[in-house]
């Protein structure tokens, strides 16, 4: 018994290591994989938080020589998840009795971290989750031996490693933070003196990794993997907060729409169930509950619980963009696998003399759906993510602007040129960071040395290069070319010309790479949603330019790699409606709307079709919708006043459109409907 409660653990840590290892991605991931990998390297400031501790491991982990550089940084996160896999182990063991049911449940505990596709993956590319999650559960077990009344040494243990948890992910501090202050005031409560030196040890731990930060800023030699500039003390604190970044926060961040939060919800358990599974999930919540009724456990009980609130707190109000992602629910996978742990040992020991046999069963039934959903779905992209960034840099013209919208494409290129010095006659800026005045001017004023890019870093001059003469590459998304441009489509991104002077695409590249990016082959979430968007953003620069047929091909294309992506579905029920078709226009307008339910473009496009179709109600419930998801959209205040006027309800009408005038005094489809009203129409 001692000697399977000693090896479990660490076997279980190896197996997961060796898992991890093998399904590691071979080159940079998706997502911000790149850009991490690239400052890691070259001893950079990523974006905020910083994560100066994972920075520091990751870089070591980049002198090994095993693989390319991009692989060895994945390394870190295939070796943090294992720990946190034996970790977990280890905790259920401690917390449950010396049988051979707690050392059944430990097992199925461990396996349903390392097999869940939420922790999984995070273990398999380089991100900060995996060491977070490694860093949490050696805390939870520093945690338990302090809460059993533990020493100082112990206590100032866990101390210190609460203050390196600040330098990792900023929701360790939100998880961990407030169990750890109660404890440690409860033990200061009852006649320790340890704990007054407990705040100076988790300062010490915080500096000791924080101050890479600035160290490494102020030497100027980072200028191109430099996010944040966090070369001040003042600097470095609004970094490590992320207070920029919450300040540029969209309305998804901290929702305050009833509608948005209770699908945020929905999709969070959604996807806890689909790749904890359903015996995992509902054995860790009832495990947990055993916990925290067990005076001896009650304190680590009381630790999991938070966990288990707090990040479906964070999940689904703070950072649901998380969700699109699959990058949260990393700790509750922690904490419904120990729960699950100690669930399974008790149901095990209900049994008697059966012990020994029935927990290895039940532990064995509930890793095999994490399992099978993971070996489903744990198909890496290959160098996919490379190719994409590699093609861009590939089609660039001589000294070229390459500017990019999603941060795949930016991280992609900056990791390709940073670390690897590919095309360094290129500059390659992320539209999104054109305020970060220091970093713009520097990669203009080292890609090439003339006169006229000597210029301060704000969209406009940055275009002007563009008017200058210089090629500029303009990756289709969301935020439009500059007044004056329009996008030629190309592979991955499109070449920017004037308005009107566009050549005619070339249909035989951009079909084939359409076809490529269709590929069933690709099953990775992430990798789809990546191009997904992609092909959608072509497409729609494809049908600016009046080729309905490319545009067509890239969007059915598109819905083909991804059969949920809201925006390709609405863009064919575009085309559907420009065509005549209503019917079909509307179908696409409610698939859309299944896939996101909040979406406002996608209520209002459905809204609008329904309309046209004469279904005044199911319109109106549309519009309504809407209207509470956007208040301030003058689109939703037009398509209900559309629906009204359609209604003969002219007051009604009359109102809503006056109210969509004054957030947009310009609104054509508004103004043209006051004409009709006006005209007693």
């Known amino acids: 018994m001692e000697a399977a409660r000693y090896w479990l653990p660490r076997a279980l840590g190896l197996l997961s290591f060796l898992w991890f290892a093998v399904m590691a991605a071979p080159t940079f991931y998706w997502l911000d994989s790149a850009e991490l990998s690239a400052a890691a390297i070259g001893l950079g400031s990523p974006h905020a938080s910083g994560f100066p501790l994972y920075m520091m491991l990751a870089k070591a982990a980049s002198l090994i020589p095993v693989g390319e550089l991009a692989f060895r940084i994945n390394l870190v996160s295939a070796l943090c998840g294992a720990f946190a896999v034996g970790g977990v182990a280890r905790l259920v063991l401690v917390l449950g009795r010396e049988d051979w049911a707690t050392v059944a449940g430990a097992a199925g505990a461990g396996g349903v971290v390392c097999f869940s596709y939420l922790f999984a993956r995070q273990a398999t590319v380089a991100e900060v989750y995996a060491p977070t999650a490694a860093l949490i559960v050696l805390t939870l077990l520093l945690f338990e031996r302090v809460a059993a009344g533990g020493n100082a040494r112990a206590g100032l243990s866990l101390a210190w490693l609460a203050g390196l948890g600040f330098a990792v992910h900023p929701e360790f501090r939100m998880l961990m933070g407030l169990p750890i202050v109660a404890l440690l005031c409860l033990r200061a409560y009852r006649g320790a003196r340890w704990p007054l030196l407990a705040p100076s040890m988790a300062i010490f731990g915080a500096l000791g990794s924080y101050l890479y930060l600035p160290v490494r800023s102020a030497t100027g030699r980072i200028a191109s993997l430099d996010l944040g500039h966090p070369d001040s003390l003042g600097r470095t604190w609004e970094h490590g907060t992320s207070t920029a970044m919450f300040n540029a926060v969209d309305e998804r961040i901290a929702a305050t729409s009833r509608e948005y939060f209770a699908h945020d919800v929905s999709t969070f358990a959604g996807q806890v169930l689909d790749y904890v599974g359903v015996l995992a999930v509902l054995a860790g919540l009832v495990g947990v509950v055993l916990i925290l009724v067990e005076r001896r456990t009650r304190w680590v009980g009381v630790a999991v619980a938070v966990i288990l609130v707090l990040d479906l707190f964070y999940a689904t109000w703070i950072s649901p963009i998380g969700l699109l ?28 003399a059966a012990s020994p046999y029935l927990g290895p069963v039940v532990a064995f039934f509930m890793v095999v759906p994490p399992a099978l959903s993971s070996l489903s779905t744990l198909s890496l992209s290959g160098d996919l993510p490379r190719y994409f960034s590699e093609s861009v840099l590939h089609e660039a013209p001589v000294g070229a602007l390459v500017l990019s919208q999603g941060n795949a494409l930016a991280s992609g290129t900056r990791f390709l040129q940073s670390i690897e010095g590919a095309r360094p006659d290129v500059a390659a800026l992320a539209i999104s960071n054109f305020d970060d005045s220091e970093r713009v001017a520097h990669v203009l004023t080292t890609t090439r040395r003339e006169a006229e890019e000597s210029v301060s870093s704000n969209q406009g001059d940055v275009f002007a290069l563009w008017k200058a003469g210089r090629a500029t590459l303009w990756e289709p998304g969301p ?12 592979p ?15 249909h035989d590249v951009l079909v084939g790479l359409s076809r490529l990016y269709g590929s069933k082959a690709v099953r990775d979430p992430a990798a789809r949603r990546v191009l997904a968007n992609s092909l959608t953003h072509l497409g729609a620069a494809a049908l600016d330019h009046g080729d309905a047929v490319l545009a067509d091909e890239l969007f059915r294309s598109a819905i083909h790699v991804r059969p949920t992506h809201a925006a390709a ?23 859309a709307l299944e896939s996101e339910p909040n979406r406002p ?52 009408a009359r109102s809503r459109l006056q109210r969509a005038l004054e957030i947009d005094p310009g609104h054509g489809e508004a103004q043209r409907a006051m004409r009709a009203i006006a005209a007693g129409r």
């Open 325 to 352: 992602t699959l990058q949260n629910g990393v700790p509750m996978v922690l904490a419904l696998s120990i729960g699950a742990g100690g669930a399974v040992a008790a149901l095990a020991r209900s049994a008697g």
């Open 492 to 506: 991955v991104v499109g070449r920017l010309v004037e308005v009107g002077k566009a050549l005619a695409p070339n």
């Open 569 to 591: 579905l609405l863009q064919v029920g575009e085309m559907y409606a420009t065509s005549g078709d209503l019917q079909r226009a509307v179908v696409m307008a409610e698939r």
């Open 479 to 490: 935020i439009a070319p500059p007044a004056g441009a329009s996008v030629q489509p190309g």
């Open 601 to 652: 473009e996608a209520l209002l496009t459905a809204a609008r079709f329904r309309l046209a179709l004469g279904d005044s109600e199911q319109a109106e419930a549309y519009a309504k919708r809407a209207l509470r998801i956007a208040p301030k959209s003058a689109a939703s205040w037009t398509i209900a006043g559309q629906i009204d006027l359609a209604s003969g309800r002219m007051e009604r």
